[in-house]
């Protein structure tokens, strides 16, 4: 007891001290001992109840395409159609979106996938998107079965799912005037055109 004890005040200062020195920002990659550390904890976190939890969820065409649409609409923004985390966003924060087709998420069980989404997770930039009583969430269940299916996620659903990645006001302004100028129609200037960056 006492060397845990003594192992965990060792271990405060080096994290205090290496804060201290590096600070906070989101731009760093973790270390080894810092991924290995939250990816136990993150385990420990997950009730074994609920990592034990089996998908209810068949994984039909019809789901998959449901949940690839939702993941496009939802998760892309971070995680990228692809799952690989390779987007601005994903990239910006800390610890950065992992790529969900590698082992690390792979192995994951069922129900810690659920979890994760359906509670996200404390201190990153992972929301917890699930509402109402985890029984009744079968949004989550189906992103599970969707993230099953990224390592052999094919280009047509890659295309396909861009249709549905969510889109700011001033990209569908600039769709506007690209189908108004392809239709031959005139495209009215912005106060802002003639002021360049």
């Known amino acids: 007891m ?7 005040v060792l271990g405060s200062l080096w994290a205090g001290a290496w804060f201290v020195r590096h600070g906070f920002s989101a731009k760093d990659e973790p270390s080894v001992l810092e991924l290995k550390l939250a990816r136990y ?5 997950v009730p074994r109840q609920q990592r034990e ?4 969820i068949p994984a039909t065409p019809e789901i998959l395409t449901e949940a690839r649409e939702h993941f496009a609409d939802h998760c892309a923004v971070c995680h990228g159609n ?19 087709r ?16 359906h509670n996200g997770i404390r201190f990153t930039a992972m929301p917890g998107w699930g509402t ?3 029984e009744d969430d079968r949004d989550s269940w189906k992103l599970v079965r969707f993230i099953r299916h990224l390592p052999v ?20 302004e600039r769709q506007e005037e690209e189908d108004r100028f392809l239709r031959g129609e005139p ?5 802002e055109a003639g002021h360049m960056h």
């Open 102 to 117: 590698q082992e690390e998420t792979q192995l994951l069980s069922d129900g810690e996938l659920f979890y994760i989404i």
């Open 41 to 45: 904890l993150r385990h420990l976190a």
């Open 153 to 172: 996620i094919t280009e047509q659903e890659l295309e396909e799912m861009k249709r549905f990645n969510p889109v700011s006001q001033r990209e569908r």
């Open 82 to 100: 692809d799952g690989s985390g390779k987007t601005d966003i994903g990239q910006g924060v800390y610890p950065k979106a992992p790529d969900l």
């Open 132 to 134: 109402g009583r985890p």
């Open 53 to 56: 939890a089996k998908n209810p």
């Open 2 to 8: 006492i060397v845990i004890g003594f192992g965990m």
């Open 187 to 191: 495209i009215p200037l912005h106060p």
